[in-house]
């Protein structure tokens, strides 16, 4: 259970020593209480009140990674149920099934569907992080076969290795510990050899059961035994069942503060349904609530396009707006006689900006000030997108070195702008755009005929 600021200060050497920061041990006490500062910036602290302190102030929800190198990706770590109340910390990862009783030509397929999915949204690459292989016919060398041939042919995806068969799951760690895999097939039956094997390579390690009650248990002793980088499933392999169970888990270790099911989850949505619409549907609710890997049958294009747009947005801090970064950015082959823009660095609005210019087929430049990462309007109001702010990025970033035309056009809703800007920006002419973004294409095309005649 988390202490409270007096609970946390009786544990500390009470030195005032300043080196944490803090000007008294209370303060830092407090600090500490609130999740605001982390026990190791106390130098003076004996081991024994730190590993209690560490303990204490930890999320509920134990934060776990698997992968290598720079595809190291983090699972768990939440603190709230509901992303307005603070945020999310780690998105789910997407991952692929694959079975070894397959056919080639199915293997084929999803392998070419999984690098179909490689396109950058709002600055975040997007693809499929984890090809899950589940071992069906019981044959070890067709089943490694199998995970080698798809991390030969994939190469951004982490195996996640699903078997019961100990001596199966031994040789696939083995094989693939350079990967950073998930070892997916703890029961009750055989946790006490699956646990060694995750011991022995480090691997977060998936814990099965068939109910939440029996996955309590097993979670009990396995933690008992020592070992805590787990992966958790309750067994439902319909939509209701799985999603009280996600549900439950997550409220448990938050609510009742119990941290035997204080680690991320798993649903297996690949086994709820074969219909593609309808799994997209199903994995949706999954992002939302509270799956750490969401498992499909496969992942194309199509598919990605929504759940990766869904992830984005519930796993941004509502606290912190999405932003650009300020700069000058060419869209086509703009050069020293095309239109340019300005707009505000919120990324939603860049990107539907930019996404129009390139339908218009007009080569332009589009200039971002700092406008504080909010939408125009609310920038405008703030005092964030003025004439100054805009001036500033044209000497900033040297536009007019890149440009022979002085002709800046801005967003039709701020034209309250244009004098000041036009006062601001000596020898420079201001056009005022469009309302919407959606009028550009056609205003382009306008103003080009305009200049040109």
């Known amino acids: 259970m988390a202490l409270n600021g007096m609970e946390i200060y ?3 050497p009470k030195k ?13 006490a407090m600090k500490l209480a609130q999740g605001g500062t982390q026990a190791e910036k106390c130098p003076y602290m004996s081991d024994d009140a730190r590993a209690k302190l560490e303990e204490a102030t930890a999320p509920l929800m134990k934060t776990v990674k698997f992968g290598t190198g720079d595809r190291i990706y983090s ?19 997407f991952a692929v099934m694959f079975d070894d009783g397959m056919n080639e030509d199915e293997v084929t397929k999803k392998i070419n569907n ?17 090809a899950a292989f589940r071992c069906s016919t019981g044959d070890k060398q067709k ?4 995970i080698k041939k798809v991390v030969q042919s994939c190469s951004k995806v982490i195996p996640m290795i699903i078997t019961e068969d100990t001596e199966i799951a031994s040789a696939a760690a083995e094989e693939f510990s350079s990967l950073g895999p998930i070892l997916y097939g703890a029961n009750e039956q055989n946790y006490e050899t699956m646990v060694s094997i995750a011991k022995k390579y480090n691997l977060l390690l998936g814990v099965k059961a068939p109910d939440q009650a029996n996955l309590y248990d097993l979670v009990q002793k396995i933690q008992n035994s020592g070992y805590r980088e787990l992966l958790l499933d309750a067994g439902g392999r319909n939509l209701k069942t799985a999603f009280d169970d996600v549900v439950n888990m997550r409220r448990t270790a938050l609510l009742s503060q119990d941290r035997t099911f204080g680690y991320p989850s798993v649903a297996f949505v690949c086994d709820m349904t074969k219909d593609k619409m309808m799994e997209v549907a199903m994995a949706t609710l999954f992002v939302e609530k509270y799956a750490s890997i969401i498992v499909l049958n496969d992942m194309d294009y199509s598919m990605a396009l929504p759940l990766f747009a869904l992830r984005q947005n519930i796993y941004t801090d509502p606290q912190r707006p999405m932003r650009i970064e300020q700069g000058i950015y060419r869209i086509g082959q703009a050069d020293e006689k095309s239109p340019l823009l300005v707009t505000v660095d919120f990324a939603l609005t860049y990107f539907i900006v930019s996404g129009e210019v390139e339908r218009s087929k007009v080569p332009a430049w589009i200039l971002i000030p700092d406008a504080g990462g909010y939408s125009v309007l609310t920038a405008w109001a703030s005092g964030k997108f003025n004439a100054k702010s805009i001036a500033k990025a044209i000497k900033d970033f040297e536009v007019e070195g890149k440009l ?6 801005i967003p039709g809703k701020v034209a309250v702008l244009k004098s000041d800007i036009e006062d601001e920006l000596s020898g420079w002419k201001v056009i005022v755009g469009t ?6 294409p056609a205003f382009l095309k306008d103003y080009l005929q305009e200049r040109a005649s």
Do not use: D, Q, W
Request: with cysteine.
């Open 114 to 130: 999984i690098n179909s999915v490689n396109y950058t949204r709002i600055s975040e690459e997007m693809f499929v992080e984890i």
């Open 10 to 12: 009786k544990m500390l």
């Open 75 to 93: 699972l768990g770590g939440e603190t709230v149920l509901f992303r307005h109340e603070k945020t999310f910390v780690n998105k789910p990862r």
């Open 435 to 440: 309302r919407e973004a959606a009028a550009l």
């Open 143 to 146: 089943f490694i076969s199998l």
């Open 16 to 28: 005032n020593c300043k080196e944490c920061g803090f000007p008294t041990c209370l303060a830092f």
């Open 404 to 409: 022979k035309t002085r002709e800046l056009i």
